[in-house]
């Protein structure tokens, strides 16, 4: 019997081979432990993420990375993906940490174009592992 890898480590070793992947990845480690406390101790964190239906967009989004054919869903019982993003930035800054305030600062436009852009986690690996990183300055 052959064993898939995880979830996770199946999308990490597709960022490992790119230099913005690697960088993704960094960023992912850094702040996913303090994200995940948010998401479920926080209260204004837990409520946005609930109102703007964060665990169904979430499972639509990895579900799109297995299947070829399968594409996630922008709207969710009329909260669009970009609405999700957005609330869920705001919210974040208000109650994380200013490494957080920062990082969302500086990413956060970068999410919502390739959120725009793409259909599928596949496609939104596609467009990392293709695309250079941008030299910000300040």
Same mark, same amino acid.
Request: charged share 25%.
């Given at each position: 019997?052959?064993? #898939?890898?995880? #979830?996770?480590?199946?999308?990490?070793?597709?960022?490992?081979?790119?230099?913005?992947?690697?960088?993704?990845?960094?960023?992912?480690?850094?702040?996913?432990?303090?994200?995940?406390?948010?998401?479920?101790?926080?209260?204004? /964190?837990?409520?946005?993420?609930?109102?703007?239906? =964060?665990?169904?967009?979430? #499972?639509?989004?990895?579900?799109? =990375?297995?299947?070829?054919? *399968?594409?996630?869903?922008?709207?969710?019982?009329?909260?669009?993906?970009?609405?999700? *993003?957005?609330?869920?930035?705001?919210?974040?800054?208000?109650? =994380?940490?200013?490494?957080? #305030?920062? /990082?969302?600062?500086?990413?956060?436009?970068?999410?919502?174009? *390739?959120?725009?852009?793409?259909?599928?986690?596949?496609?939104?690996?596609?467009?990392?592992?293709?695309?250079?990183?941008?030299?910000?300055?300040?």
């Amino acid at each position: 019997m052959i064993m #898939k890898p995880r #979830k996770l480590e199946f999308f990490e070793d597709q960022l490992k081979g790119s230099p913005l992947g690697r960088e993704v990845l960094q960023i992912l480690r850094t702040h996913a432990d303090e994200v995940m406390y948010l998401v479920n101790k926080n209260r204004p /964190t837990m409520v946005c993420w609930q109102r703007n239906q =964060g665990p169904r967009f979430i #499972k639509l989004v990895v579900d799109s =990375g297995f299947e070829e054919d *399968i594409d996630f869903l922008k709207e969710v019982n009329g909260v669009t993906m970009e609405a999700l *993003i957005l609330q869920m930035a705001e919210v974040l800054q208000d109650n =994380g940490t200013p490494e957080l #305030k920062r /990082t969302i600062g500086k990413y956060a436009s970068t999410v919502l174009k *390739i959120a725009h852009e793409t259909h599928s986690l596949r496609e939104v690996m596609k467009k990392i592992n293709n695309t250079q990183i941008p030299q910000l300055h300040g």
